[in-house]
């Protein structure tokens, strides 16, 4: 069964950076095209960026083009999301998981998510 667990949250000002990192465990990172999501407080989780199992195609949603990057790392099982030019509407729990490619639908289980707040 594969595991997912997500790190490198925390309290950031507005315009700041953070990078986030999923380790995935139980099976070969190579197999899956990966994503990452997001639910900010009162909110459904929604699509923030995904990425196809060689990192040869990234997609991101509009609300993070050009400020968030999406890459992997195959051999050390982790997907990254690089955050930069933060704002506070980026404050939720972040979550990674694995996407049908082209639909970017997540399955299988979620992690426990790590927290971002961005503060004004």
């Known amino acids: 069964q594969v595991q997912l667990v997500e790190s490198g949250g925390g309290l950031v000002q507005a315009g700041g950076s953070l990078r986030l990192s999923c380790k995935v465990s139980?099976?070969?990172?190579?197999?899956?095209?990966m994503g990452w999501f997001r639910r900010a407080p009162g909110k459904e989780r929604e699509f923030v960026a995904a990425i196809i199992w060689n990192g040869g195609s990234t997609y991101y949603s509009d609300s993070v083009k050009g400020r968030f990057a999406i890459s992997r790392d195959n051999a050390k099982n982790t997907v990254y999301l690089q955050m930069n030019s933060l704002k506070p509407e980026d404050t939720a729990v972040y979550y990674c998981?694995?996407?049908?490619?082209?639909?970017?639908?997540?399955?299988?289980?979620w992690g426990q998510g790590t927290q971002v707040t961005v503060s004004s």
């Open positions: 998981n694995k996407v049908t490619r082209g639909t970017w639908e997540p399955y299988g289980d």
């Open positions: 139980g099976h070969t990172l190579s197999s899956y095209h």
